[in-house]
């Protein structure tokens, strides 16, 4: 097996997370997650929503839940779109332009869920 060659690894990251695409909130959950973006699970309903707003790239804002109750609001760029079922697919995000203090909250998030 090839050793996975990117800036960011991913890890395992089971998190509910909530997308705010075009004032509208979906929940979904992640898979993986790394400082870079997140792979989700997402339903037909989020895959829609991406297709209404008609624009390439698409863009959302996707709220992971802290330790504290809070969360940590990440601007998102739709990367990766795969099928998984009829009603299911797999979601890639790409965070864009994260701040300092984003990068260590996320960088903290991923060392508590390890």
């Not at 997308?19 to 989020?46: K, P």
């Not at 863009?59 to 990766?80: A, E, Q, T």
């Amino acid at each position: 097996m090839l050793k996975e060659r990117r800036y960011y690894p991913r890890y395992q990251v089971e998190l509910a997370l909530i997308l705010d695409i075009a004032q509208q909130s979906y929940y979904a959950s992640s898979t993986n997650l790394s400082l870079n973006g997140v792979e989700l699970n997402a339903d037909i309903a989020i895959v829609s929503a991406f297709e209404q707003i008609n624009a390439h790239p698409a863009y959302c804002h996707i709220s992971l839940p802290l330790p504290n109750g809070d969360f940590l609001k990440l601007r998102s760029r739709l990367i990766v779109k795969r099928r998984k079922t009829q009603a299911t697919y797999i979601l890639g995000f790409k965070f864009i332009e994260l701040s300092h203090i984003e990068q260590l909250q996320l960088r903290s998030l991923i060392a508590q869920q390890r």
